[in-house]
């Protein structure tokens, strides 16, 4: 009897075993497949028949508890970096509205301009601050990948539909 049971959980635990490889080999490919359709820039992943059935698989699980970004170990890439905005203009630095509620989130584009007339420069109050939004990204993912050189070129993505 115990014979029997040993070898009910032998083959229970190869059968996991195969499962979960199987799994994983399944979540790698379709992290690949993300991969390639996200890096696709002319045209986009939007712009691919093939693209769409991963990436709107991936929209989908993005929703969902527990969601985890599917990777591509072969690429040497992770998840993607995300950057909600965009570079401050030439003469402008990053600011934030809620600096006094913690929330430093660089949503501002900030410049302090001089507003003396000429001649008096530099006294105390003739500093204006001048805010304005910072832009938001139209692709706001990207992944970093490294070519055989160890060059590394950043495409840039975004998930609307």
């Known amino acids: 009897m ?5 070898t009910a959980i032998a083959t229970i635990l190869a059968a996991a075993t195969w499962i979960s490889s199987s799994n994983r080999a399944e979540a790698s490919e379709w992290g690949c497949e993300v991969l390639l359709c996200a890096s696709s820039s ?11 059935p991963p990436m709107d698989r991936l ?4 929703g969902r508890w527990g969601f985890s970004w599917p990777t591509c170990p072969e690429a040497g890439t992770g998840k993607p970096g995300h950057e ?14 809620n600096r006094d509620h913690g929330g430093d989130q660089g949503d501002l584009c900030i410049q302090i301009r001089n507003s003396c007339p000429s001649g008096f420069g530099g006294r105390d109050g003739c500093e204006q601050t001048v805010t304005m939004p910072r832009p938001l990204r139209e692709d706001p993912y990207y992944f970093d990948i490294r070519d ?4 590394v070129t950043r495409h840039w993505f975004n998930l609307r539909h």
Not at 42 to 50: D, I, L
Not at 59 to 62: E, H, K, N, T, V
Not at 84 to 97: F, K, T
Not at 148 to 151: I, K, P, T, V
């Open 2 to 6: 115990n014979r029997v049971r040993l």
């Open 42 to 52: 002319h045209p986009s992943w939007r712009g691919v028949p093939a693209c769409r």
């Open 59 to 62: 929209i989908s699980a993005m």
């Open 84 to 97: 909600v905005y965009n570079v401050c203009p030439a003469g402008w630095r990053v600011g934030s509205r």
């Open 148 to 151: 055989d050189a160890g060059n």
